[in-house]
């Protein structure tokens, strides 16, 4: 090496490509810019009990991947599960997406870092006293300005016993913290009505209280335009959220289902009939 | 009283129409008409193919959701299918100048030799004028427009929206089906599906 700031810059840039990202534990299995390992809330795994699972992702910065309705482009995540006999999984958790872009292409997903969580049923008849490997293929995009598809291999082997199983310390609080991200079930108290009128479906809330900020989501792709401005009319006790229709509806729909979120904390999972047509004057 | 008539009748009527010149492009509605420069750089004008089915197909090289189509053959074979036919077929290419999938007419003519690609043109639309016309949202993006310049098809090249090359087979083609029933006098089924894909890689967008 003739130059030493040379070969000195040499080695830093080598230690800057090894420092792992942060949060991502040694285990984790590499996608395109970033990483996902998979976590389990317990220890072990009891017959007839229930195991949440996450899969917790991070991403280099300006990087996202999808949540299940991806919006105008992307795809979400798609995980082909391994399991022993006894052993079964349930849908993922969605935690509530952001919205990703501007103008014309709206997408829905998230960046940085992100857990989807699946609960595992183990069957009454789970033998007891084994290794339970867990494993998924997973297959995700990963986008920024471009999309790069990638796949992954992650597992995890946890025993079998018969005794009540206890939390992972580590694990479970990951999983908490990423329980609160969950759209949560609106309170009973709380009104939501859909109409339908002409290009766009009127979301009328009732919650109570005078309400100025709220976007939805829509949980099943082409009924809502992703990239058009929601209107939010703050009305007496709520709100009024007008939504465009997607250029791709073509038939009438019967219910309108996603997410609203009120605040970056509050986000709530919506499932209302979509009412009689009304003539918008 | 009879020009007055004519003339308030007018008026109705560009009242009525007025809004489908602002709203994007729509099944059922009027193709927004364009004239493009193609990579073989002869100049193309839509309206110039009335009396003719035209497809658009909205393109990225770098997307692999394009590659998907491409390195497997399907997209190549589908402009032959259906160029023998008489169907008009304008690849689109939307992305801005320093943006993944940008290429110039010299880039674009090397690319469809050594894809086999057969698309009647390849349409370089670097100022996203005539994706944004369209609405384009994602690459590739399918859009069939009837004898008559009205659109009878906007989305998906079909139902698996992946980048799998392994999801063609078996995967029921819309483009195939809407042409397939268009070209036999029947009404288009499934006139609009949710394009798959990359965004457009137009300019002044960051994703």
Redesign the interface.
């Known amino acids: 090496m003739r130059n030493p700031i040379v070969g000195l810059l040499i080695v830093l840039l080598f230690m800057l490509v090894l420092i792992p990202l942060p949060g991502a534990p040694a285990s984790a299995a590499t996608i395109p810019h970033g990483t996902v390992d998979l976590v389990a809330e317990n220890q072990w795994i009891a017959p007839g009990s229930q195991t949440y699972f996450g899969l917790n992702f991070h991403l280099e910065k300006g990087w ?1 991947i999808y949540w299940v309705n991806p919006g ?4 979400p995540p798609r995980i082909q599960w391994h399991l022993p006999a006894g052993l079964s999984e349930g849908e993922i958790e969605w935690p509530a997406p952001r919205r ?6 709206v ?1 829905f997903g998230y960046d940085d870092a992100v857990m989807l969580l699946v609960p595992v049923r183990a069957s009454s008849t789970l033998p007891t006293n084994q290794v339970a490997q867990i494993a998924a293929d997973l ?1 995700v ?1 990963v ?7 990638g796949k992954a291999n992650i597992s995890l082997a946890l025993p079998t016993k018969s005794m009540p199983p206890e939390v992972d310390a580590r694990s479970s609080e990951l999983i908490a913290a990423a329980r609160k991200f969950l759209p949560r079930q609106a309170p009973r108290d709380w009104e939501f009505k859909v109409t339908d009128q002409n290009d766009s479906f009127v979301l009328t809330a009732k919650l109570g209280r005078r309400t100025t900020r709220a976007v939805f989501f829509p949980l099943e ?2 009924q809502v335009d992703n990239s058009a401005p929601q209107r939010v009319v703050p009305v007496a006790g709520g709100f009024q959220l007008t939504l465009r229709k ?5 038939k009438r729909i019967t219910r309108l289902r996603g997410v609203l979120e009120l605040s970056a904390n509050q986000t709530y999972a919506v499932d209302v009939a979509v009412g009689d047509t009304q003539v918008a004057k | 009283m009879k020009r007055f008539i004519t003339i308030s009748m007018l008026f109705v009527l560009v009242v009525l129409a007025a809004p489908h010149f602002i709203l ?1 492009a ?2 059922g509605q009027p193709a927004p008409d364009f004239t493009g420069t193609a990579s073989n750089n002869q100049t193309y004008h839509l309206a110039d193919f009335r009396g003719k089915f035209v497809v658009l197909e909205w393109h990225n090289n ?3 959701y394009t590659q998907k189509h491409y390195m497997s053959g399907n997209m190549q074979k589908l402009q032959k299918q259906w160029t023998a036919q008489g169907v008009v077929w304008f690849t689109i290419i939307s992305s801005a100048q320093g ?2 999938g940008y290429v110039d007419a010299d880039g674009e003519n090397k690319y469809m030799a050594k894809m086999g690609a057969a698309p009647t043109a390849a349409l370089l639309d670097p100022t996203g004028a005539i994706g ?1 016309s369209y ?1 384009a ?2 690459t590739p993006q399918m859009i069939v427009i009837n004898p008559q310049g009205v659109i009878i098809y ?2 998906a090249i079909d139902n698996r ?4 090359v392994k999801d063609i087979a078996g995967a029921t083609n819309y483009l195939n089906v809407a042409l397939g029933q268009a070209l036999a006098g029947k009404p288009v089924e499934t ?4 394009p ?7 300019k ?4």
């Open positions: 996202h105008d482009s992307g795809q990703l872009g501007t103008s014309t292409i997408d297959r995009l986008c920024r300005e471009i999309c790069v598809p792709e082409a997607s250029d791709q509806l073509l | 994007a729509k099944v770098g997307c692999p943006k993944q944004h609405d949202k994602t906007d989305g929206p992946t980048d799998d006139a609009a599906t949710r798959y894909g990359c965004s457009v890689k137009y002044g967008s960051w994703f």
